[in-house]
């Protein structure tokens, strides 16, 4: 009798337990310190919003392209504009957002970023080579020995990928590209941007 009670006692506690961390992973009510992941669940080859964003360790918030810059200050604290031909602003750890109309409308991982800090929503970091990449995110829209590249089209809430970039104008703002670059060392540069900023770097 003493044994079924225990049986008994024992399930309903670890039911309990898995349900208060599932809860716990929705609405992350309980910190267990240490960095922080992104908890982002896609499907290889196919593409949404929170793709165009990259994720900080530190604050557990990703930062996204279209982002007002009062948004992006409160999570990040205030940037400091680089005195470059870019304007961009650097950011804690050297993230560094370029703003349009006070919106986020490009972002870079560059050489002297914190790569512990920032990373993509698929775990993507300075430190993954161009295979890594490709597992994460599929096959690309263009691809060398030192540049994996995703061409997106948005269409209402819709991302699609796309072969190479559009010639129409108009659809500078809506076509978003998702870049990484090898250079000498193989050390990688991520740049997540609107096809505008690409062309123009405002």
């Known amino acids: 009798m003493k044994a079924k009670r225990f049986v008994f006692f024992f399930v309903i506690l670890v039911l309990i337990i898995a349900v208060l961390w599932l809860l716990n992973d929705k609405f992350k009510v309980i910190s267990f310190g240490g960095p922080k992941t992104p908890g982002y669940h896609y499907t290889i080859g196919e593409f949404k919003k929170e793709d165009l964003g990259i994720f900080d360790r530190k604050t557990g918030k990703t930062i996204y392209l279209g982002m ?9 604290g205030k940037g400091e504009e680089v005195n470059d031909m870019v304007k961009m602003h650097e950011y804690p ?34 430190q993954n080579n161009q295979g890594e990449v490709k597992v994460a995110y599929g096959n690309p829209s263009s691809d060398n020995n030192e540049i994996v590249d995703y061409f997106l089209n948005k269409d209402n809430e819709t991302y699609r990928l796309i072969d190479s970039l559009p010639s129409d104008r108009d659809k500078r703002t809506t076509t978003f590209i998702i870049d990484f670059t090898y250079g000498e060392g193989n050390k990688l540069n991520i740049y997540i941007m609107d096809y505008l900023f690409a062309q123009t770097f405002q």
Not at 68 to 76: G, H, N, S, W
């Open 93 to 126: 750890g050297k993230l560094q957002i370029k703003y349009r109309l006070d919106q986020v409308c490009a972002i870079r991982i560059g050489d002297d970023t914190d790569g512990d800090r920032y990373l993509t929503p698929r775990n993507i970091s300075k």
């Open 68 to 76: 007002k810059k009062e948004e992006v200050d409160k999570i990040l």
